[in-house]
């Protein structure tokens, strides 16, 4: 069986995913389906804070950085163990937690990049010493991610993408694809563009998007908390 030129385009490592999605925004803008196309707009643009981000970019990360232990023994550049400090489990939980809204460019960019394996964000003073403990002093601290777990979330769009091309290359014909232009196959037939349109939704949102939420058993103020972590 024929392929159409973008699905082979998606397995090739000189075409960047970001490429492959605006030709799929373009294509798949046809079937005037929000829904779609306001998750193809997320992994190209970014999310919103205002958005819901999917579950595979939610992910979780470590706590390193340098602390003294009863005043005394200095560790540099470790993991810091939350467990003594003053948050709860739930605030440790939101803390390592990272919602990756950037584009897809901007993730494969880091990845490409000399510090892939320093991916991070650093925890202001101000809260490191907030929530030390006479046990444990937090000098300073960063939320380091491994790039594992970023690859993962180009896995899976790519993933996504690759299925979605199928798809469209079951019901429509593949030079409709390649002219990223499928309009008047699916004008033919309404039928074919609600089965497309189905699938697709399947393919998507076939797992519940999920979000981190925190409670109200805290021993820390929100207020020294709350700007950190709506900048998440």
């Not at 937090?138 to 993933?159: G, L, P, R, W």
Request: hydrophobic content about 35%.
């Amino acid at each position: 069986m024929a392929r159409s030129n973008l699905l082979k385009d998606v397995v090739s490592s000189n075409i960047s995913l970001e490429n492959i999605l605006l030709r799929l925004k373009i294509i798949l803008s046809d079937l005037e389906d929000t829904g779609i196309l306001k998750w193809i707009e997320g992994e190209i643009s970014g999310y919103k804070e205002s958005d819901n981000v999917p579950s595979y970019r939610i992910i979780e990360g470590r706590a390193v950085g340098t602390f003294f232990v009863n005043q005394s023994v200095k560790y540099n550049n470790v993991l810091v163990p939350l467990n003594f400090t003053k948050l709860t489990e739930e605030y440790i939980q939101e803390m390592i937690t990272l919602n990756v809204r950037d584009g897809i460019s901007t993730i494969e960019k880091n990845l490409n990049s000399e510090s892939r394996d320093k991916l991070g964000r650093p925890i202001p003073t101000e809260l490191c010493h907030s929530i030390s403990t006479p046990q444990l002093q937090i000098v300073s601290m960063d939320v380091m991610y491994a790039a594992n777990d970023f690859e993962s979330i180009t896995t899976y769009v790519k993933s996504k993408v690759i299925d979605i091309i199928l798809t469209l290359e079951k019901n429509i014909s593949i030079e409709a694809i390649d002219t990223l232009d499928i309009s008047e196959s699916i004008d033919k037939s309404p039928t074919i563009k609600r089965e497309i349109v189905s699938v697709i939704h399947n393919l998507v949102y076939n797992d519940k998007s999920t979000s981190v939420k925190m409670g109200d058993n805290n021993t820390v103020s929100r207020s020294k908390l709350g700007s950190f972590f709506k900048g998440k």
